[in-house]
C-alpha cells in the first residue's frame, strides 16, 4: 500500500471514554478491530463531538489506540473513509463515509422506515397527546406496541392491552412516538426457534454475511439485548431462502449508498415475515463470541471499499 490509510470512527459523545466505551466490552471490541487495521497497514482513528469536524474529511484531533489504552492525537486527522456511528455529525457532499445520511436517517426514523416499507410492515400511526384516541381504533389486535420514533436498544417501548393503554403513563423523553398492531411471533421461524424472537440479519454491501436470532427474557415481548433477551447466532447457511430474498426486496431501496453496513430486524407470523425496524449503527461483538473475528473482517473490507 503505497499511501497509508486512514479509517476514522465518529461518535457523538465528545467524551474520550464517552459512549460506546462506557461498556466495557465495546471498548475492547474497538480495541481489537484497532489491531486487525494495524495488521492490515491501515491507521486506526477515534473522533468524537460534531464539533470537532472541520470539513473535507478532516477533524481536529481525536484518540487512536496504544495497546490497551488510548492515546490522545493533538494534530489534526484526515479520514480517508469515516465510519459514522453517531448522529450528529454532518458532511459535505463527497465526503466518503459508511453510512450514507439519508440512509441513516432512514434507518434511525421508524416513521421514514414505515412510509417507504409500509407493504412488508405491520400497521403503523404516529400519535401524541391529541390524538391517540383516534389511532388506537385503527389498530386491529388487542395488543399495541407504542415505541419512540427515534429510539433504539428497546428503550421507551410499551406492550399494553389497547383497551388499557393511556397516553399519559409514557416516558415523554422518548417522544414522539408511533403505534404499532401487535406481531404475534410465539410460533417460531419454521426450523429454527420455536417461540417469540427476532431474527436479525447484518448487511454488508446487500449482501448477508452474519445472522442471529433474538428471545425475550420469560414473561417479556421485547427481545433486544439491553432488556435481558438472548442472542443465539444463526450460520449464514441456515437463513432461510425467504429471508434471503427478503433482504434483496429491502436492499434494493438502498444500492445507491455504497458502501453500506446495516442490519434488517424482522419477526416471522402468520406464514410471512414482517419488517420490524433497520439499523445503520449496529455495535460492534464482545470478543469471546463466535463471529468476533468475522464481523471485524466484513466492516474493515467494506470500509476500505469506499476507496476503490
Given amino acids: 500500500m503505497s499511501k497509508s490509510v486512514n479509517i476514522v470512527v465518529y461518535f457523538d459523545s465528545p467524551n474520550a471514554m464517552g459512549y460506546p466505551f462506557d461498556e466495557r466490552n465495546y471498548f475492547l471490541s474497538y480495541q481489537g478491530f484497532g489491531e486487525l487495521c494495524k495488521k492490515r497497514g491501515v491507521n486506526f482513528y477515534i473522533v468524537r463531538g460534531k464539533k470537532s469536524y472541520l470539513g473535507k474529511m478532516k477533524f481536529y484531533g481525536g484518540w487512536k489506540f496504544a495497546g490497551k489504552k488510548l492515546a490522545a492525537v493533538r494534530e489534526s486527522i484526515k479520514a480517508d473513509v469515516i465510519y459514522v456511528k453517531g448522529a450528529d455529525l454532518r458532511t459535505e457532499e463527497g465526503a466518503v463515509r459508511v453510512n450514507h445520511q439519508e440512509l441513516m436517517e432512514i434507518c434511525a426514523d421508524k416513521l421514514?422506515?414505515?412510509?417507504?416499507?409500509?407493504?412488508?410492515?405491520?400497521?403503523?400511526?404516529?400519535?401524541?397527546?391529541?390524538?391517540?384516541?383516534?389511532?388506537?381504533?385503527?389498530?386491529?389486535?388487542?395488543?399495541?406496541?407504542?415505541?419512540?420514533?427515534?429510539?433504539?436498544?428497546?428503550?421507551g417501548i410499551v406492550v399494553a392491552g389497547?383497551?388499557?393503554?393511556?397516553?399519559?403513563?409514557?416516558?415523554?423523553?422518548?417522544?414522539?412516538?408511533?403505534?404499532?398492531?401487535?406481531?404475534?411471533?410465539?410460533?417460531?421461524?419454521?426450523?429454527?426457534?420455536?417461540?417469540?424472537?427476532?431474527?436479525?440479519?447484518?448487511?454488508?454491501?446487500?449482501?448477508?454475511?452474519?445472522?442471529?436470532?433474538?428471545?425475550?427474557?420469560?414473561?417479556?415481548?421485547l427481545a433486544n439485548i439491553a432488556q435481558g433477551g438472548s442472542l443465539t447466532v444463526l450460520p449464514v447457511l441456515k437463513v432461510p431462502k425467504w429471508a434471503i430474498k427478503f433482504v434483496g426486496t429491502i436492499d434494493k431501496h438502498f444500492k445507491k449508498f455504497s458502501p453500506r453496513i446495516y442490519t434488517i430486524d424482522l419477526m416471522y407470523a402468520y406464514g410471512r415475515p414482517y419488517l420490524v425496524e433497520l439499523n445503520s449503527r449496529p455495535g460492534l461483538p464482545f470478543k469471546g463470541w463466535s463471529y468476533y473475528d468475522e464481523f471485524h473482517r466484513h466492516i474493515f473490507e467494506t470500509l476500505m471499499s469506499a476507496l476503490r
Wanted: charged share 35%; hydrophobic share 35%.
Fill in 112 to 155: 421514514k422506515t414505515y412510509k417507504l416499507f409500509k407493504k412488508y410492515m405491520i400497521k403503523t400511526y404516529p400519535i401524541n397527546k391529541n390524538n391517540w384516541r383516534k389511532a388506537l381504533k385503527k389498530i386491529k389486535t388487542k395488543k399495541v406496541v407504542v415505541k419512540p420514533e427515534m429510539g433504539m436498544e428497546g428503550r
Fill in 162 to 221: 389497547k383497551n388499557k393503554f393511556n397516553f399519559s403513563r409514557l416516558d415523554r423523553a422518548y417522544a414522539p412516538f408511533l403505534a404499532q398492531e401487535f406481531i404475534d411471533c410465539s410460533a417460531g421461524i419454521p426450523g429454527i426457534v420455536k417461540s417469540r424472537h427476532d431474527l436479525r440479519l447484518y448487511i454488508f454491501n446487500g449482501k448477508v454475511r452474519l445472522a442471529e436470532y433474538r428471545q425475550p427474557k420469560r414473561g417479556s415481548c
